[in-house]
C-alpha cells in the first residue's frame, strides 16, 4: 500500500499510485480506504521481516493497522506525524465517511466539469483549425499579390522605358519642326525678295519698252549702220536680258514655292507626329497613373492582410496558451475556485 496523511485522516492506495504522486504531485481523491487518526495510538513495532514498521491502534478499531517505512529516517518522520494528526480528538472520526461522500460528489463534479471542458476543447480545437486553414489561405494569397506586385512593378518600367523612348522622339520631332519652321521663314524672306526683284525688272523692262516705243518713232531708219551699232538694238538686248533675268527669277520663286509646299507639308506630318506621340505619351501617362494606385492599393491590400495574419497569429498563440492552462487545470486534480475563475476565464478568450 502507498499511504498520504491529509488532515487527520490516513488515506491509503494501491502501490502503484507513488509513481503517480511523485510525477504530478496531486493526490487522488479516490483512495482505496480512510483511517481515522483521531485518538489512536502510534508508536513503533518490531515486526519479523519488516524492518521500520509502524503499529497503529484505537478502542475502538478491530485489530491494529502496522505499517512500515523504506527507512529509519522515514520511520520517525512518520512516527512524528502520524503522532501529531492523532491529537486530533475522536469526533473527527465521524467525518470520515462524510468526507469521503465529498470527496466522491467533488469527483463527481469535476468528472463532468472536465467533460464539459473537453467537449469545449473540440470545439475550440476545430475553430483553431479553420483558423489555421484560413491563415494558410491568407498566405497563399499573400504570395499571390506579390507575384501580382511584382508583375505591376515589370509593367511600370517596361512603360517608363516606353514613355522615356516617346520623350525622346518627341523631342526630335519638335528639333526637326524647328527647323522646318527656320527654313519656311528663310523661303518666305527669299520669296519676297525674289518678287520684289521680279517687279523691279518688270518696271524696268516697262521703262525699256517704253524708250524702245519712243526712240523707234523719233530716230529715221538706218541706211547702213550695222545692228550691233544701233541704240534700238542695245534696247532690244538689255530688254532681252532683262526678260531671262525675269525667267530665272520667275524659276526660282517657283522652285521656292515648291519648297515652300514641301515644308508645309512637311511641316503638317511633323505636327501630326508631335500630336500623335503627345497622344501616346498621355495614354502612357494614363496607364502609368492607374498602375501606380494599382500598386499602391496592391501594397494597401498586401498591408491589410499582414496585419490581419498577425492578428490571427496573436489569436493562435493566445487559444494556444489558454489551451494549455486548461489542460493543466483538467490534469490537476487540486481544484479550488480560483483556479476555476481562471478556467472559465481560459474557456471564455476561447470562445
Known amino acids: 500500500r502507498f499511504f498520504i496523511i491529509k488532515e487527520s485522516f490516513l488515506l491509503y492506495y494501491a502501490e502503484s499510485e507513488k ?6 504531485k496531486y493526490f487522488n481523491i479516490h483512495p482505496k480506504g480512510v483511517i481515522p487518526l483521531g485518538g489512536c495510538i502510534v508508536e513503533p513495532k518490531e515486526e519479523p521481516n519488516m524492518p521500520y514498521a509502524i503499529k497503529i491502534s484505537h478502542e475502538d478499531f478491530h485489530g491494529n493497522i502496522v505499517l512500515a ?3 529509519e529516517f522515514e520511520q520517525a518522520q512518520w512516527l512524528e506525524m502520524l503522532q501529531e494528526s492523532g491529537k486530533v480528538t475522536w469526533k473527527n472520526a465521524q467525518l470520515g ?10 469527483g463527481l463534479q469535476l468528472a463532468k466539469e472536465k467533460q464539459e471542458y473537453l467537449d469545449k476543447l473540440m470545439e475550440e480545437t476545430e475553430e483553431l483549425c479553420l483558423q489555421r486553414e484560413q491563415k494558410e489561405e491568407l498566405e497563399r494569397l499573400n504570395q499571390v499579390l506579390e ?5 505591376f512593378e515589370e509593367v511600370v518600367r517596361e512603360l517608363r522605358l516606353e514613355q522615356e523612348q516617346i520623350r525622346r522622339e518627341l523631342e526630335l520631332t519638335a528639333h526637326s519642326l524647328k527647323g522646318v519652321e527656320e527654313e519656311k521663314k528663310e523661303l518666305g524672306s527669299l520669296t519676297q ?6 517687279e523691279e525688272l518688270s518696271l524696268e523692262k516697262q521703262q525699256m519698252l517704253e524708250m524702245l516705243e519712243e526712240n523707234e518713232s523719233q530716230l529715221p531708219p538706218p541706211t547702213s549702220p550695222s545692228k550691233e551699232q ?3 538694238w542695245g534696247l532690244h538686248c538689255s530688254l532681252r536680258q532683262i526678260e531671262e533675268k525675269m525667267q530665272q527669277l520667275l524659276e526660282e520663286k517657283l522652285l521656292a514655292e515648291k519648297r515652300m509646299k514641301e515644308n508645309e507639308e512637311r511641316s503638317r506630318a511633323l505636327e501630326e507626329e508631335r500630336e500623335f506621340y503627345s497622344s501616346q505619351s498621355q495614354a502612357l501617362q494614363n496607364s502609368l497613373s492607374e498602375l501606380t494606385a494599382e500598386k499602391q492599393q ?4 498586401l498591408k491589410a492582410e499582414v496585419k490581419v495574419r498577425m492578428d490571427l497569429e496573436k489569436r493562435l498563440r493566445e487559444a494556444e496558451e489558454a489551451l494549455q492552462s ?9 481544484c479550488n475556485k480560483e483556479k476555476e475563475e481562471k478556467m472559465k476565464a481560459d474557456v471564455s478568450n476561447l470562445r
Open 19 to 24: 509513481k503517480s504522486f511523485e510525477s504530478n
Open 69 to 71: 517505512a523504506e527507512s
Open 97 to 106: 465517511e462524510a468526507m469521503i461522500e465529498s470527496l466522491e460528489a467533488q
Open 147 to 151: 507575384a501580382e506586385k511584382h508583375q
Open 193 to 198: 525678295s525674289l518678287q520684289k526683284t521680279l
Open 230 to 232: 544701233s541704240p534700238i
Open 298 to 301: 496592391t501594397e494597401r491590400d
Open 326 to 334: 486548461l489542460e493543466q487545470g483538467l490534469n490537476s486534480l487540486d
